[in-house]
Structure formats: structure tokens, C-alpha cells
């Protein structure tokens, strides 16, 4: 058993950053391979950025060079690191666990966390 929670969301003018952060708890914390996603109302929840276990990282295509996705598995948490803010990045963002990438990569998750508004004003 996983359970996440997030912080670091906010408002932030365009071309800003963002640092995001989840908290895990659980001994098998560095089992897990862990992700972010977005969700806008009206939309589907979509995959912005994964880790592995093994720290392999993968980006969505709208964020890649934009965003860095980090783990400290002795801290047992995941950061994502938002740069080059636009407003296209406004969502409720999303921690999940799951026991592989490609889960997060088709925006499931094992665990969720309860999201943290992230808001770019123009």
C-alpha cells in the first residue's frame, strides 16, 4: 500500500516555474516506478512525466525540456520540476505509483494522490 500526497501547486505568471513535490508513504517506495499527470475539467486525465525504479525518465511531448521529473528514495518522494509556464499547463496535477512506467505512460496509476491545482495566468 502507497499513499501520496502532493504539494507545491499555486498560481504562477507565464514563463514562471513550479516545483511540485510527493510525498510517499510505504517500505516499497523504491519498488514503485512514479509519475505525474494532468487533468482539466471537461478532459481526460493525461500522462505528463514518469520515473522508473531504475530513475529511467520519460516526458510527455508538450513538456519535454520544460519539465524535470526527480526521485529521493531516501526521502520516499517524487518531484517535478515545471519551467516555461504557459497557461496550457493550468490542471490539477496528479502523483501516482504503479508497479510499471507504461501504466502511468497511459495515464493509470496503482495509487493516486488527491492532486494539487497548478494555475499560469497570461
Known amino acids: 500500500q502507497v499513499h501520496l500526497v502532493e504539494s507545491g501547486g499555486g498560481l504562477v505568471q507565464a514563463g514562471g516555474s513550479l516545483r511540485l513535490s510527493c510525498a510517499a508513504s510505504?517500505?516499497?517506495?523504491?519498488?514503485?516506478?512514479m509519475g505525474w499527470l494532468r487533468q482539466t475539467p471537461g478532459k481526460e486525465r493525461e500522462f505528463v512525466a514518469v520515473?522508473?525504479?531504475?530513475?529511467?525518465?520519460v516526458y510527455a511531448d508538450s513538456v519535454k525540456g520544460r519539465f524535470t521529473i526527480s526521485r529521493d528514495n531516501s526521502k520516499n518522494t517524487v518531484d517535478l520540476q515545471m519551467n516555461s509556464l504557459g497557461p496550457e499547463d493550468t490542471a490539477v496535477y496528479y502523483c501516482?505509483?504503479?508497479?510499471?512506467?507504461?501504466?502511468?505512460?497511459?495515464?493509470?496509476?496503482?495509487?493516486w494522490g488527491q492532486g494539487t491545482q497548478v494555475t499560469v495566468s497570461s
Open positions: 501516482a505509483a504503479a508497479a510499471q512506467t507504461t501504466i502511468i505512460r497511459n495515464s493509470g496509476a496503482d495509487y
Open positions: 510505504g517500505r516499497t517506495f523504491s519498488s514503485y516506478d
Open positions: 520515473i522508473s525504479s531504475g530513475a529511467r525518465t
